[in-house]
């Protein structure tokens, strides 16, 4: 065989038809007329002249309009990360405008840092273990210990104000707030203090000042497993235990007015500020939920998570294991972690303001920083402070009034068939509905699904053979190149995709 007069050796040829000789032309241009795409009501000139400038041209397919957000913009990409190392594992952390607070597991120092430039102010000393209990209200810290002990502190001078010891076992939980009681204090405006314990089960209630003092109120009994959250409104202690309850108390006098039984254990809980009556919280089985203080219902959010770019898969399950801390904002996003993973998610809430049961929470992104653990996260501002077993703190600041711009989403759901890991191996069914509500001991959401999460999934492959060449042609093999085995034979993957669209049953081939 020849080519240009010089000699191919055959390796590997396939039939081909015989190439044709293309024909030339001269095509003359000088008189095409070609009619606009746009016809203008009024010519350029005229709408130049009326608005007082030149068109510029540059408002063409370039343009893009102008959004900017609310707050930070969660949803970006362009953030910027900072990050520094403690002595020890962090276990509790507090950010205000000016201190980043760093409490420790085993060690019973407590760290006081500059917010802007991660300089250490105090080494604050008196606890005698660690703990995971520590808010900043003003220039007074507040901390709870595994010594059993309650502690507040000045952040000028790093000196210990009070101490009290009234819980019998570790102090799992704390919640400082300023309320407004009527009947105590001047014109009923007093802070309020509260701490759950772990084992002893407790819960108690003190009033304090900006002096960082602490006089008990009362102590309240119910729960039968650790107290792991509280949160305060101006009529109401509202706690979750790991006894599978949230519980409503009379703020004034200590009277339990609910008793809520819940389908797992409750393992963080916060007001939801987005709706008023609200209380948004995680559970063992990693879902989020909704609680209507009024009627004391459940609502379960059921998320869609990310299982590859732009395509989402709904499920009960924000991270492979319990929500252990998350942060709301006021613009629309949930950042949550879990001591179980790695990962900080950030998720998108909408549709909430007209039917709750139609609220729909989104996947946006996973930070990916940490190498070990995660163990608790705070959001101050427009930055994620996060922190794991190897001590240390990573800073994710994200931008203010920049342009926005929505993270890619695809229309469609379920897109991917996902194997579930459970009982009886096979296809997680599929969760259709953005909530589900809560039927108690009898309810199914998070008990059958989706088993992971977006950080740690299966995707099915299936293998078939080819049906036909993949090139029509001559095809050269080099001899220097060969087959690792004569079994080997030609196939092609073929991801099995399960589409919202009946009629589009066909597969997809990559």
């Known amino acids: 065989m020849t080519v240009n007069g010089e000699a191919i050796q055959d390796v590997g040829v396939l039939n081909m038809a015989p190439l044709k000789r293309s024909a030339s032309f001269t095509i003359s241009v ?72 760093a409490q420790y597991f085993l060690d019973p120092v407590i760290d006081v840092f500059d917010r802007k430039s991660q300089r250490l102010l105090h080494h604050l000393e008196g606890h005698e273990y660690g703990g995971q209990a520590v808010q900043i209200l003003g220039q007074i810290l507040y901390s709870g210990s595994k010594d059993c002990t309650f502690r507040t502190w000045d952040l000028k001078t790093g000196k210990a104000l009070a101490k009290v010891s009234d819980h019998k076992d570790y102090i799992q939980s704390m919640k400082v707030k300023e309320v407004c009681i009527t009947g105590l204090g001047e014109d009923g405006e007093v802070t309020a203090a509260v701490t759950g314990g772990a084992a002893d089960h407790l819960i108690n209630v003190y009033n304090t000042n900006e002096d960082g003092a602490l006089t008990k109120r009362f102590t309240l009994e119910g729960h039968s497993g650790w107290v792991n959250n509280i949160d305060i409104t101006n009529t109401m202690i509202i706690s979750g235990s790991q006894d599978c309850t949230i519980k409503l108390w009379d703020l004034e006098t200590g009277e339990l007015f609910q008793s809520l039984k819940q389908d797992a254990e409750i393992s963080c809980l916060r007001l939801f500020p987005m709706l008023e009556g609200y209380v948004i919280f995680g559970d063992g089985e990693s879902k989020m939920s909704l609680l209507d203080l009024g009627s004391g219902r459940t609502i379960h959010l059921m998320p869609n998570t990310l299982v590859g770019t732009g395509r989402y898969r709904r499920s009960s399950k924000y991270h492979d294991k319990s929500v252990d801390t998350f942060h709301v904002s006021d613009n629309g996003y949930i950042i949550t972690a879990s001591s179980g993973s790695k990962f900080v998610k950030i998720w998108k809430i909408e549709n909430y303001e007209e039917d709750v049961t139609k609220t729909d929470v989104t996947e946006l992104q996973i930070l990916r920083d940490h190498t070990d653990y995660l163990s608790v996260i705070g959001v101050q501002k427009d930055t994620i402070f996060s922190t794991s077993g190897d001590g240390t703190i990573y800073l994710h600041r994200f931008p203010e009034g920049k342009q926005h711009y929505d993270m890619l989403r695809t229309q469609e759901r379920n897109s991917v068939a996902v194997l579930y890991q459970g009982p009886q191996i096979g296809f997680a069914p599929t969760v259709e509905k953005p909530t589900v509500l809560c039927e108690g001991k ?35 093999v080099p001899q220097t190149i060969l087959e690792d085995s004569e079994d080997d034979s030609d196939c092609e993957f073929v991801i099995e995709y399960v589409t919202d669209d009946e009629e589009d049953e066909s597969d997809y081939d990559m």
Do not use: H, Q
């Open 30 to 101: 000088d008189k095409v007329e070609v009619n606009p795409v746009i016809k203008y009501a009024e010519p350029l000139k005229d709408i130049a002249e009326n608005d007082e400038e030149e068109w510029s041209g540059d408002e063409g397919d370039d343009f893009v309009e102008e959004v900017i957000i609310k707050g930070a913009d969660w949803e970006s990409v362009n953030y910027v990360v900072k990050k520094f190392s403690c002595e020890d594992e962090v276990t509790g952390m507090d950010v205000s405008d000016r201190y980043i607070v």
């Open 442 to 476: 009898l309810c199914k959401a998070g008990k059958s699904g989706l088993a992971k999460s977006s950080s740690s999934f299966e995707v099915c492959f299936a293998l078939k053979p080819l049906s036909r060449s993949l090139t029509e042609g001559k095809l050269i």
